[in-house]
């Protein structure tokens, strides 16, 4: 480290902007609904790869359970969406009105307890960011206090997402099991279903988005950023110097359980519905995979790993659905192997030298990634 | 095909199509689209993807992911009859083109690539899903583009839409008859209902346990139990049922847990030749991967078995190993899955048109007398009049058939009674 | 619930099910002992286990296949080969993959769990290019089939008795090897010190190439004992992943004793609890109950002091 980062150096500025013009105003003049609507998809899993940078990247706490956090944002908003679908005009054919269609088919004669904050949707949003938080608060104060870390952590965050999966699809007339909660019509009275609710919905994912990354900016360059990663690489030299370890950990596993959630509660209002299948294992270990790819120590390539990977599944998959997992494989493989710190270091490493050369810049830090490479990976995968 | 020497055809038929009914191009067409060929601009007012030779479906299942497995079959089955249809000389004059899509055994994927196929493909119809989870997530997506959705497999019921045509069973059908023939043929008095833990075999069990406790007289459920999908360790229930006895083990296990189950069942010793075992969820596909010795002796009860002995079927099965090689075997999805296509093309030429509003309202009353099952035809509902039959597991992996319905089943997706 | 039984009945089920238990705990302890070597005593995470496990199965049912269509009058026996041969198989794969992946990346534990991950991908799609997606069902000779009465409701699985048998030969080979050979002192060696096992002439490379190699091999032996009780697809082996693991991990991750011990625990646990309450819930209730004792207990069960 040359010298310690300032909040929002110009570097920072630049690369944050590039970024904020290409999802506010570029996507949206090149793509159609459609695609956009899919882009909107992508960035929901961002939240959780920008939580992930700073929780594995900066923190060197590897979670496979992220996907238990995108679970609670979403299915708390999920919910909301289904009590005001499921009103008692909709749902006058059941035996039981005015309660979800799934909770009537498992004879379910009554709205449970843990249902009923959902009316609400003030409650709704807070519960989004508590429940999260408290959940990861619970998790990392018994795991980091005791000094549980490295893979242990990552197993055990493991088995809590196939333990979550288990008990959403066993518990199905609480949760709508395997099928999820589905057929979410309206926010609020607003009707997210329709192309413009779409477009309006990508922005507000969008901004919240920046907002998360300039918060993860902040906590990176932040003094508390600098004790993680001193922790991340010798752990007991920081113990030794009088600072508690657990409390840093379990922050900035609390606060990544919290983007996560936001990612999620996107997903679902982008969606139109929230599924176990976003909750286990599988797709857990996915989200690590696009923070990998961006570069895990950079929080914007985060964004454009999320964005790249999901493009490649999405054209890849259209064509050769068979070749799909073969490059999802060898991705894992490559981004261990050959490019350890992703996007953001092939640009660091490549692009950046070239540009600054060709600009005659002074070579300054080199703070941020990718915009480049990532839009070029990106483009081509079109 | 050979576009470029159709160019010239198809611009005078336009032309000449313009001016005068389609009756004299006998000598400038394609012999296949002989028939009838009505002008494009009427067939299709909504902007599908339907040319003057040409007309676009989606086929959407999962090539990659757990749920391959079983969605193989219904893939294949889709292609044999597009391609049956488009060598009878296609669909109103147009050829049956696909676009395939994979839904990776993922919901969210589904519904994407769903979208895909409405929004960006225009496609006419779609033939696809396989799961509930999938189809639930697809739904909204076909009502608010206003798609056509054929989907193959035998479900839960509690579902109706006008974009959707079920061409599997649901479950009131699928269960009651084969219950009513468990009680009569075997007495069976005592009943054990399992299944894997989703909304499929809860929902089924469900209906078996009301038809069993409240319309059939004498019997009782003596335990229910359900494991997470994947689950291969059934040792503990084996000793569950072992103690409690149950004239029939009712199981509604699917996947790879079928696999151990059976596996398990057998070689814990119970004889299927004393005590009865029924399923629902094990066709001639799961058989493959069962392995004949372990399920012979169990009872299936469903619509179709690859041994059903009729014209129909035996052109159908040869069809089918024709194209895609001897080994291959066909279950009652499949077959499900054969229909879709037929389905919708006589819907279509029924409706005069491709416009998605006319063949859903078409839909109802489509007979359709070539389907290798027998007689099939649609209901008010969407969903098929069949018949259900039992059929014994035979140790070469096939059913022989040992009773069928008289009549073709009501489909009744909400059954009074039953909730 | 056991009102309307008499006590020779109950006996008799709690032995049946005790005999349940024992087998879950050899099923448990084969998926793991292979994992327990590479993770114990390498400290890589191979997520591709159960992939390793999967290619003895197809390597079980390509045997299968070839003594039916080749060599009828020996079938009876082809089990025994097809277990050599998937012991070689996935052995074989082990060393390549260590060679050509895991060791650029003993530093970094966290990344072997990633490129294994993506082995593990890999390794299905080749399989479902290869074997097709749809499950392949493994013939078993008639005598591995079926049950032993012993009173007229207790019975013998067979298959049960044979994978316990053959987890108990693999146990005891792998405690005689670790502990009492050279190759196991040279393992044990790097373990607790890797510089100073180099120091004193160990090929460390060798040791780790033919360590994961082992643990590999003992993986594809369990894959080809599984084919009696479970089933071989493509995607098959990520149903044992989180199970293997947390049996590990709760053991100790470094003790073979742990594994053991751990087995047996969680194994006992699951079949009780199955027989009192439905499946789904039983395995609830155990993963929830062994990663609330990791809460407590991180380093498991039983720990061995190594220098890291």
């Given at each position: 480290m040359k010298r310690a980062p300032t909040f929002m150096d110009r570097k920072d500025l630049l690369a944050l902007a590039t970024v904020a013009v290409i999802l506010l105003i570029v996507f949206p003049a090149l793509l159609d609904g459609f695609r956009l609507n899919l882009v909107g998809k992508y960035l929901t899993y961002a939240f959780v790869a920008v939580g992930l940078v700073l929780c594995w990247g900066y923190g060197g706490i590897l979670s496979l359970g992220q996907g238990v956090f995108f679970a609670l944002g979403g299915y708390g908003m999920a919910m909301y969406l289904k009590l005001e679908a499921s009103s008692v005009e909709n749902t006058k054919i059941q035996s039981t009105p005015g309660?979800?269609?799934?909770?009537?088919?498992?004879?379910?004669?009554?709205?449970?307890?843990?249902?009923?904050?959902?009316?609400?949707?003030?409650?709704?949003?807070?519960?989004?960011?508590?429940?999260?938080?408290?959940?990861?608060?619970?998790?990392?104060?018994?795991?980091?206090?005791?000094?549980?870390?490295?893979?242990?952590?990552?197993?055990?965050?493991?088995?809590?997402?196939?333990?979550?999966?288990?008990?959403?699809?066993?518990?199905?007339?609480?949760?709508?099991?395997?099928?999820?909660?589905?057929?979410?019509?309206?926010?609020?009275?607003?009707?997210?279903?329709?192309?413009?609710?779409?477009?309006?919905?990508?922005?507000?994912?969008?901004?919240?988005?920046?907002?998360?990354?300039?918060?993860?900016?902040?906590?990176?360059?932040?003094?508390?950023?600098?004790?993680?990663?001193?922790?991340?690489?010798?752990?007991?030299r920081v113990r030794f110097s009088g600072y508690s370890v657990a409390n840093f950990q379990i922050?900035?596993?609390?606060?990544?359980?919290?983007?996560?959630?936001?990612?999620?509660?996107?997903?679902?209002?982008?969606?139109?519905?929230?599924?176990?299948?976003?909750?286990?294992?599988?797709?857990?270990?996915?989200?690590?995979?696009?923070?990998?790819?961006?570069?895990?120590?950079?929080?914007?390539?985060?964004i454009y790993g999320t964005l790249a990977v999901n493009f490649a599944k999405t054209s890849l998959s259209e064509s050769f659905p068979e070749l799909w997992l073969l490059g999802l494989g060898g991705l894992f493989i490559a981004v261990v192997a050959v490019f350890p710190n992703g996007l953001a270091g092939l640009w660091r490493d490549y692009a950046q030298p070239f540009i600054d050369k060709a600009l005659k810049l002074r070579s300054v830090d080199p703070a941020d990634p990718g915009a480049e490479v990532a839009k070029q990976a990106a483009a081509a995968a079109e | 095909m050979a576009s470029q020497d159709d160019r010239p055809q198809s611009e005078l038929r336009r032309r000449l199509l313009m001016?005068?009914?389609?009756?004299?191009?006998?000598?400038?067409?394609?012999?296949?689209?002989?028939?009838?060929?009505?002008?494009?601009?009427?067939?299709?007012?909504?902007?599908?993807?339907?040319?003057?030779?040409?007309?676009?479906?989606?086929?959407?299942?999962?090539?990659?992911?757990?749920?391959?497995?079983?969605?193989?079959?219904?893939?294949?089955?889709?292609?044999?009859?597009?391609?049956?249809?488009?060598?009878?000389?296609?669909?109103?004059?147009?050829?049956?083109?696909?676009?395939?899509?994979?839904?990776?055994?993922?919901?969210?994927?589904?519904?994407?690539?769903?979208?895909?196929?409405?929004?960006?493909?225009?496609?006419?119809?779609?033939?696809?899903?396989?799961?509930?989870?999938?189809?639930?997530?697809?739904?909204?997506?076909?009502?608010?583009?206003?798609?056509?959705?054929?989907?193959?497999?035998?479900?839960?019921?509690?579902?109706?839409?006008?974009?959707?045509?079920?061409?599997?069973?649901?479950?009131?059908?699928?269960?009651?008859?084969?219950?009513?023939?468990?009680?009569?043929?075997?007495?069976?008095?005592?009943?054990?209902?399992?299944?894997?833990?989703?909304?499929?075999?809860?929902?089924?069990?469900?209906?078996?346990?009301?038809?069993?406790?409240?319309?059939?007289?004498?019997?009782?459920?003596?335990?229910?139990?359900?494991?997470?999908?994947?689950?291969?360790?059934?040792?503990?229930?084996?000793?569950?049922?072992?103690?409690?006895?149950?004239?029939?083990?009712?199981?509604?296990?699917?996947?790879?847990?079928?696999?151990?189950?059976?596996?398990?069942?057998?070689?814990?010793?119970?004889?299927?030749?004393?005590?009865?075992?029924?399923?629902?969820?094990?066709?001639?596909?799961?058989?493959?991967?069962?392995?004949?010795?372990?399920?012979?002796?169990?009872?299936?009860?469903?619509?179709?078995?690859?041994?059903?002995?009729?014209?129909?079927?035996?052109?159908?099965?040869?069809?089918?190993?024709?194209?895609?090689?001897?080994?291959?075997?066909?279950g009652d999805v499949t077959q499900a899955a054969y229909l879709g296509p037929w389905l919708w093309k006589l819907t279509v030429e029924k409706a005069g048109s491709f416009d998605v509003d006319k063949v859903a309202a078409a839909s109802a009353g489509i007979e359709f007398n070539k389907a290798p099952e027998g007689y099939v035809k649609i209901h008010d509902n969407h969903h098929l009049w069949s018949k259900t039959r039992v059929g014994l597991a035979q140790k070469d992996g096939q059913f022989k058939v040992v009773y069928e319905s008289p009549d073709l089943i009501e489909p009744n997706p909400f059954p009074k009674g039953y909730q | 619930m056991f009102g309307e039984y008499s006590l020779g009945d109950l006996g008799s089920i709690f032995a049946m099910q005790g005999f349940a238990g024992l087998i879950l705990f050899s099923v448990y302890l084969l998926m793991a002992l292979g994992l327990a070597i590479i993770f114990g005593q390498m400290g890589v995470i191979n997520m591709a286990h159960g992939e390793f496990m999967i290619l003895g199965a197809y390597v079980t049912w390509l045997t299968a296949e070839f003594f039916t269509s080749h060599l009828p009058a020996l079938f009876s026996i082809y089990f025994f080969v097809a277990m050599a041969l998937a012991f070689c198989a996935a052995g074989a794969?082990?060393?390549?993959?260590?060679?050509?992946?895991?060791?650029?990346?003993?530093?970094?534990?966290?990344?072997?769990?990633?490129?294994?991950?993506?082995?593990?991908?890999?390794?299905?799609?080749?399989?479902?290019?290869?074997?097709?997606?749809?499950?392949?069902?493994?013939?078993?000779?008639?005598?591995?089939?079926?049950?032993?009465?012993?009173?007229?409701?207790?019975?013998?699985?067979?298959?049960?008795?044979?994978?316990?048998?053959?987890?108990?030969?693999i146990t005891i080979a792998v405690f005689l090897m670790i502990f009492h050979s050279r190759f196991g002192q040279q393992i044990r060696a790097v373990v607790q010190n890797r510089q100073m096992a180099g120091a004193v002439g160990i090929d460390t490379e060798k040791v780790d190439r033919l360590t994961f190699g082992l643990g590999c091999g003992i993986a594809g032996v369990a894959g080809s004992a599984f084919t009696m009780i479970g089933s071989t697809g493509p995607t098959a082996g990520q149903l044992y992943i989180v199970d293997t693991f947390l049996i590990v991990v709760f053991g100790g991750a470094a003790s073979l004793f742990g594994t053991i011990a751990s087995a047996f625990t969680i194994s006992q646990t699951q079949s009780t609890l199955e027989f009192f309450l439905s499946g789904s819930m039983a395995k609830v209730i155990t993963l929830l109950t062994v990663v609330a004792i990791l809460m407590l207990r991180p380093q498991g069960l039983f720990t061995l002091k190594v220098r890291r």
């Open positions: 309660i979800p269609d799934f909770m009537d088919w498992n004879q379910i004669t009554e709205l449970p307890l843990f249902w009923q904050p959902f009316h609400s949707f003030p409650l709704t949003l807070i519960l989004i960011v508590l429940a999260p938080a408290l959940f990861a608060f619970v998790i990392g104060s018994a795991m980091f206090k005791r000094r549980v870390s490295g893979v242990y952590f990552a197993i055990i965050t493991q088995a809590l997402a196939a333990i979550a999966t288990i008990l959403i699809i066993g518990q199905q007339g609480y949760t709508g099991g395997v099928n999820g909660i589905t057929d979410l019509r309206t926010l609020h009275g607003w009707d997210i279903r329709t192309d413009q609710a779409k477009f309006i919905l990508y922005f507000v994912n969008a901004a919240l988005l920046l907002g998360v990354v300039v918060a993860a900016m902040f906590v990176r360059d932040s003094k508390l950023g600098r004790i993680l990663v001193a922790m991340r690489d010798k752990e007991d922050f900035v596993f609390c606060l990544a359980g919290v983007f996560a959630a936001i990612g999620g509660a996107m997903f679902t209002l982008q969606v139109g519905f929230m599924s176990p299948s976003l909750v286990g294992i599988v797709p857990s270990i996915e989200m690590v995979i696009f923070t990998a790819v961006g570069g895990r120590l950079s929080i914007l390539g985060a | 001016g005068m009914a389609a009756a004299p191009l006998a000598g400038f067409l394609p012999k296949a689209a002989f028939a009838q060929t009505p002008p494009t601009s009427a067939v299709n007012t909504t902007g599908l993807a339907v040319t003057d030779t040409e007309v676009t479906v989606g086929i959407l299942h999962s090539v990659t992911g757990t749920m391959a497995i079983s969605e193989t079959g219904s893939v294949q089955a889709e292609k044999l009859a597009i391609e049956q249809i488009n060598a009878s000389g296609g669909v109103l004059g147009r050829k049956i083109k696909f676009i395939q899509e994979d839904g990776a055994s993922d919901w969210p994927t589904f519904a994407e690539k769903a979208k895909k196929l409405l929004v960006n493909d225009k496609c006419a119809a779609v033939m696809g899903c396989w799961t509930s989870a999938s189809r639930k997530a697809v739904l909204p997506v076909f009502e608010q583009y206003n798609g056509m959705l054929y989907y193959p497999t035998f479900y839960e019921g509690l579902e109706q839409s006008k974009n959707v045509i079920y061409t599997g069973q649901e479950a009131t059908q699928q269960i009651i008859a084969g219950l009513d023939w468990v009680v009569k043929e075997k007495g069976a008095k005592t009943f054990y209902l399992l299944g894997s833990d989703y909304i499929w075999p809860r929902t089924s069990n469900k209906i078996a346990r009301k038809h069993i406790e409240n319309f059939l007289k004498g019997t009782k459920v003596v335990g229910e139990e359900y494991f997470p999908l994947g689950h291969t360790q059934f040792n503990s229930v084996i000793n569950k049922i072992k103690l409690t006895k149950p004239d029939v083990i009712y199981a509604i296990i699917v996947g790879g847990s079928n696999v151990a189950f059976y596996k398990q069942l057998k070689a814990a010793g119970i004889d299927m030749s004393k005590q009865t075992l029924v399923t629902i969820s094990v066709t001639e596909d799961e058989i493959d991967g069962i392995g004949g010795d372990n399920i012979a002796g169990a009872y299936a009860c469903m619509k179709y078995f690859q041994s059903l002995d009729n014209p129909n079927n035996k052109e159908f099965v040869a069809a089918f190993k024709k194209m895609w090689g001897d080994k291959t075997v066909i | 794969l082990g060393m390549l993959v260590e060679w050509a992946l895991i060791r650029r990346l003993y530093k970094r534990p966290l990344d072997t769990l990633l490129a294994t991950w993506g082995l593990s991908l890999i390794l299905q799609q080749v399989y479902r290019s290869v074997f097709g997606p749809r499950e392949v069902g493994v013939t078993l000779p008639d005598w591995m089939m079926g049950s032993l009465p012993i009173t007229d409701v207790i019975e013998v699985q067979i298959n049960g008795l044979f994978v316990m048998g053959l987890t108990v030969i």
